[in-house]
């Protein structure tokens, strides 16, 4: 079955205690994005990759990193989570180019106290 | 930057009638729109794409109309169930020198039996 597979799906940390969200892809997708999700202000795109070792930020990468050695892999890294990185976060992969349409993992619901 | 707006928050409409969600934009040129789909809980699932040379799409009982001019794509779902009830994201992509996809706050549907 085709899918984004996110995990954890539930996270609860504390300040600064670094984390490591895994999203893995099996569509052989060259682009994949991570998004935050927040009531009010919509999907709001974090990082991006083109493709392996190619990456940028998106709107609001401010206290995240990511990496992308593999293509099916996409890991989101939050060196020194604070209680504002609170949110819904999603994985997505598409084709490269063309018309970008998203497929999404379940999401990673994180709680940073 | 890009302003994407999608009309009122929540929407509640009887089993039965039309609904029709709007998105606007605004400071962005895009090559093509797209709908999604996202239960509470879950990530989006995307419905339809329309081009920016195309007028209308259609899809089983879902329409969508994209009007380059007025900046505002129309989003329909006819016959509407309590199975539509769901938040319904529009997305706008493609402008030259872009690499992604940006997203509206969503609006909220609620079909009554």
């Known amino acids: 079955e085709a899918q984004v597979t996110q995990n954890p799906r539930y996270l609860i940390t504390v300040t600064g205690k670094k984390l490591t969200v895994t999203c893995s892809q099996n569509?052989?997708?060259?682009?994949m994005s991570w998004y935050r999700q927040d009531p009010g202000l919509g999907l709001r795109q974090i990082y991006y990759?083109?493709?392996?070792?190619?990456?940028d930020k998106g709107d609001v990468p401010e206290g995240y990193k990511v990496s992308r050695k593999e293509k099916r892999n996409f890991p989101l890294i939050l060196e020194s989570p604070s209680p504002n990185q609170t949110s819904l976060y999603f994985c997505?992969?598409?084709?490269?180019?063309?018309?970008?349409?998203?497929?999404f993992g379940p999401g990673t619901r994180l709680l940073v106290l | 930057s890009q302003k994407i707006e999608q009309n009122s928050e929540a929407l509640n409409i009887q089993e039965g009638k039309t609904a029709t969600l709007t998105c606007n934009y605004t400071?962005?040129?895009?090559?093509?729109l797209q709908w999604y789909r996202q239960d509470p809980g879950r990530g989006p699932v995307f419905l339809l794409l329309?081009?920016?040379?195309?007028k209308e799409k259609r899809k089983e009982r879902l329409k969508v109309t994209f009007d380059t001019t007025l900046k505002q794509s129309l989003f329909h779902i006819t016959a509407s169930q309590p199975a539509d009830s769901a938040t319904y994201l529009c997305?706008?992509?493609?402008?030259?020198?872009?690499?992604?996809?940006?997203f509206g706050t969503g609006t909220r549907l609620t079909v009554i039996p």
């Open positions: 569509m052989n997708h060259e682009y």
């Open positions: 329309i081009r920016e040379n195309e």
């Open positions: 997505a992969s598409s084709l490269a180019g063309g018309l970008k349409t998203q497929y």
């Open positions: 990759s083109m493709n392996v070792e190619v990456t």
């Open positions: 997305a706008l992509g493609g402008q030259t020198g872009a690499n992604n996809l940006f």
């Open positions: 400071n962005y040129s895009p090559a093509y």
